[in-house]
């Protein structure tokens, strides 16, 4: 019996990690009905952290009124599990939250994570996950921290942060926050200058008024700033989102026995070697000898990512597919069924070890 693995990020729009899991392992046992398929979701700290954090460890999940990051109030979920919380920073300011003709990062504010953590503290956790990814914002974590001023919560030193992130970037400068992300977010060339300039001010101001600088550390200009604001004021600690994920599910037990891993995302190119999550995953299972087949939404520099180490890599999408047509969840789970079935049919795949590539 064949154990295969799979573990595939979400698709952003279209499918959360579950739903792409489920997909490929019905393509799996429709070729290999023997196989001992398990299914892994996961996340770098962005979308679908929660949801991943809550399969490996089946957390309770806490409903919260908070504010987005346009001040309206909405329901968003964090986790507790003893004394410890997860916290997914869009689920309060994300980018999702917002429609395309609402995304201004000169307003938006990340008021309601702030409120997250204040609920977090007074329930006593004393080690607070904070996934970062998919924000709405470039507030330098300003909003969640006059949330916290608001509230009167008062956070000891015995409350521990850990952040989540696979961004390095700085909070300032040509690679910082504003710079490299806030365009995705609805600022103009003019906003990304002043918002820059005010990440600036906040850092100069900060550092003055504590002693220390956090700025350029990396993971400071991550979810526009609100890296920096827990590193500066919450003194956090910083993480790679995949290898905290697969620390906590103790993914190196499961690849023990294990004689493939399918891992994916909705797009894979040479910026997923640059600590993506499907990086993160082919750096853990090359330890122990197991291949890695990596499946997408749109594959560039094929060859690089084999060079890498994945076995194999395979767009789902066939060519000239509409893009409206291939964001459909129907049409991408049907790729991706299709995809993986069609991989194991190759021929010599016995032995799970070819290092070729398919485009679908």
């Known amino acids: 019996m064949k154990k295969i693995i799979v573990a595939i990020d979400s698709f952003k729009g279209c499918l959360t990690s579950a739903e792409a899991n489920q997909a490929a392992a019905e393509g799996i046992l429709a070729k290999m009905p023997e196989a001992k398929v398990v299914q892994v979701p996961v996340s770098d700290g962005g979308e679908g952290w929660l949801e991943a954090f809550h399969a490996a460890k089946g957390s309770e999940i806490v409903e919260l009124n908070v504010k987005d990051p346009l001040m309206r109030t909405i329901v968003a979920q964090y986790l507790v599990q003893g004394d410890m919380a ?90 910082g926050a504003a710079h490299v992300f806030a365009p995705q977010k609805g600022a103009t060339p003019e906003m990304v200058e002043a918002l820059d300039a005010r990440a600036k001010r906040f850092a100069e ?55 493939l891993v399918i891992t994916g995302e909705g797009s894979a190119d040479r910026q997923t070697l640059m600590g993506k999550l499907p990086f993160g995953i082919l750096q853990r299972t090359q330890k122990y000898g197991v291949p890695v087949m990596l499946i ?19 767009c789902i999408n066939p060519p000239g597919i509409p893009f409206d047509v291939a964001l459909q969840p129907s049409t991408a789970k049907e790729n991706i069924r299709k995809t993986v079935h069609r991989l194991l049919t190759q021929p010599n795949y016995a032995d799970f070890g070819h290092n070729d590539s398919i485009f679908l």
């Open 205 to 259: 101001a900060s550092a003055k008024h504590m002693g220390r600088d956090c700025q350029n550390m990396p993971g400071a200009g991550a979810a526009g700033g609100l890296g920096y604001a827990f590193l500066q004021y919450m003194n956090a600690d910083c993480r790679s989102g995949i290898d905290l994920l697969l620390d906590t599910i103790h993914f190196d037990d499961l690849l023990q026995d294990a004689d």
């Open 296 to 314: 997408a939404g749109r594959i560039a520099d094929e060859q690089q990512l084999l060079d890498a180490g994945f076995s194999r890599v395979a």
């Open 86 to 175: 997860v916290i997914e920073i869009a689920k309060a300011s994300g980018l999702t939250l917002l429609k395309p003709e609402e995304r201004n990062p000169m307003v938006a504010t990340s008021y309601g994570t702030g409120q997250l953590v204040v609920d977090a503290v007074r329930r006593g956790c004393k080690h607070i996950i904070v996934g970062l990814g998919g924000s709405g914002t470039s507030d330098c974590g300003i909003g969640m921290l006059e949330a916290i001023h608001n509230s009167q919560c008062i956070i000891n030193n015995d409350v521990r942060f850990t952040i989540a992130t696979d961004v390095t970037n700085p909070l300032c400068g040509e690679k």
